[in-house]
């Protein structure tokens, strides 16, 4: 019952983000082949840009030249970030928007228990998630196309997609987590973005200075960052274990919060 | 049976003054009113048996499960109308009664048509263009809806107009042949006094007192209205009176004391014309109260 209607009041935001990710990734990919053309020259404008700036978009490391080094440095900074803003938002009112709007005197009279309440809403979230990778997916699957002399390694693409799972399943956690504690979506809202460019930006950051170079491990965009990914074609365990974690303990915590919680509007 | 079963039930939290120890129960098959100033505790009564928030100390059974265990349980069979009601905007009530319906058992699209035509409430409209009072018609639709064994009710007339309160409280009595058990929280008397068995009172978070209407309204207190032939100020000397009241010639008492005494001081007196009625529930409400 409620994931019905949580799926039906939440699609519509769901077919505008995907149909803004799909194009973005199918524009971005479809003017890579002139690009890779131009290549030389934009080499040489590359060199003349500061170090600082390059290392901070990770341009040191990956050849944008290359259709993957150009996936990991055009394509996979949007689609993560975008993803995780997109995870944020909709984790964020999942489970407050009932309070704020005093509906939830309605679910709880109800003959539900709060566990199915938070069950059925995560489940949302997590759907939600999943269609938007897909569409990003295909969207890059589609968008490789566009350029014929150059191999796709299936595993690196895959690692970068589940990477990219994880980085937005981390953030929604914590906006669900979020949402079972406070009872303004609001403020939700606010913290939980916070959150996502607050760490989008310690991540760039981090690339620019050794000394702030600490940073890094506080951002999970750090976690996913595509030219180890793709030049190594692993993803570093430690940080799928603090991912992992993150998400895990966010959960728990939304079911033990909300299951105790006094609810009175 | 008792359908609610409220022992020592306490319910403090932050702001509110909340519950303090409430004991009292309500039988099967009875309309059981629930009364008390606003803020007194009576909508947090309602949401601890809900289990909307869980009691600080003390229990609660309904249908003799345990309100904090046994909460979906209880719910099944429950019909909850809220004070304020707060649907989802977005939803036309046709929508918002389906959604509420499959969360039970069984749904009955007939019963539906028929609540909502005698109500007069429109199925097809938004939600979000409904008065207040329609919005309130949707709430007991909602509640009735599933047939409960038990409902609960928070100050249900609130926004009905006087000829629709008719159509609810004809429909409640119907429910209660049935056997529908019903808890009605209000702070109008004339309404509780219309309507129901019992009461139970409460203020400032305690009960006061559980009394039976006939008992509150007939066995002890009397308003009497005494006209005299002169103005001069005339004295009554009595054990029980409550209140007195002197306007010229015109004295009124509240009085719960023997009769025959007040006759016998009444028979010395220059009396012109006397009246003996029932106080108003009002005026046996306040007497508690003053205490």
């Not at chain 1, 935001?13 to 990919?29: D, P, Q, R």
């Not at chain 2, 008390?36 to 289990?51: F, W």
């Not at chain 2, 918002?96 to 019963?111: D, I, T, V």
């Amino acid at each position: 019952m409620i994931f019905k209607r949580e799926f039906k009041r939440n699609i519509k935001s769901l077919i505008i983000w995907s149909i803004v990710l799909g194009s973005l990734i199918l524009l971005t990919l479809s003017i890579f082949p002139q690009f890779a053309e131009q290549q030389k020259e934009m080499t040489k404008l590359l060199e003349s840009l500061p170090e600082s700036m390059i290392k901070a978009f990770g341009l040191d490391q990956l050849n944008i030249g290359d259709l993957m080094g150009y996936y990991g440095v055009r394509v996979y900074a949007m689609t993560t970030l975008l993803g995780s803003i997109y995870s944020a938002i909709l984790a964020s009112n999942i489970l407050a928007k009932e309070e704020n709007e005093k509906t939830i005197e309605f679910l709880l009279s109800k003959p539900i228990t709060r566990s199915q309440i938070v069950t059925e809403k995560l489940f949302v979230v997590l759907v939600n998630i999943f269609i938007l990778n897909g569409v990003s997916t295909i969207a890059s699957i589609i968008g490789f196309q566009f350029t014929k002399d150059q191999e796709v390694p299936t595993d690196t693409f895959t690692l970068l997609i589940v990477a990219a799972i994880l980085l937005h399943l981390t953030f929604a956690a914590l906006a669900f987590m979020l949402s079972s504690i406070m009872k303004k979506t609001r403020n939700i809202l606010s913290v939980s973005l916070g959150v996502v460019l607050v760490t989008y930006f310690m991540n760039i950051l981090s690339g620019i200075s050794e000394d702030i170079e600490f940073l890094k491990y506080f951002s999970p965009f750090k976690y996913v960052d595509p030219a180890p990914i793709i030049n190594d074609n692993a993803i570093e365990p430690l940080y799928i274990f603090v991912m992992a974690a993150v998400i895990l303990i966010s959960i728990v915590m939304a079911y033990m919060v909300y299951r105790k919680k006094d609810i009175a509007v | 049976m008792k359908i609610v079963d409220i022992k020592n039930l306490t319910k403090t939290y932050n702001k509110n003054r909340g519950i303090i120890n409430l004991t009292f129960s309500i039988e099967e098959g009875e309309i059981f009113g629930f009364i008390g100033p606003n803020g007194a505790g009576k909508s947090t009564t309602i949401r601890t048996l809900l289990n909307f928030i869980y009691p600080t100390s003390g229990s609660a059974t309904v249908f003799g499960k345990d309100i904090v265990k046994d909460s979906k349980e209880i719910r099944q069979n429950v019909g909850y109308l809220p004070s304020e009601i707060h649907y989802y905007d977005d939803m036309r009530v046709i929508d918002l009664l389906k959604y509420s319906a499959g969360f039970y058992k069984k749904f009955n699209p007939n019963r539906m048509k028929e609540l909502a035509e005698r109500l007069d409430l429109d199925l097809h409209k938004k939600i979000e263009d409904l008065s207040f009072g329609n919005r309130k018609k949707v709430g007991i639709v909602q509640a009735l809806l599933h047939g409960p064994k038990l409902l609960i009710l928070d100050e249900p007339t609130s926004g009905l107009d006087p000829l629709m309160q008719n159509t609810f409280f004809e429909l409640l009595l119907e429910e209660r042949k049935k056997g529908t058990t019903i808890f009605f929280s209000s702070h109008i008397l004339s309404e509780v006094q219309k309507l129901c068995d019992r009461v139970a009172i409460i203020k400032e978070g305690e009960l006061v007192k559980v009394e039976t209407i006939e008992n509150l309204t007939k066995k002890n207190l009397k308003y009497i209205t005494i006209t005299f032939e002169q103005t001069e100020p005339m004295d009554l000397k009595l054990d029980g009176i409550v209140k007195k009241e002197v306007n010229g010639n015109e004295m009124t008492l509240l009085y719960s004391g023997d009769m025959k005494a007040l006759l016998n001081q009444l028979n010395a007196l220059p009396v012109k014309d006397l009246l003996i009625q029932e106080p108003t529930l009002e005026e046996v409400f306040m007497h508690y109260y003053e205490k």
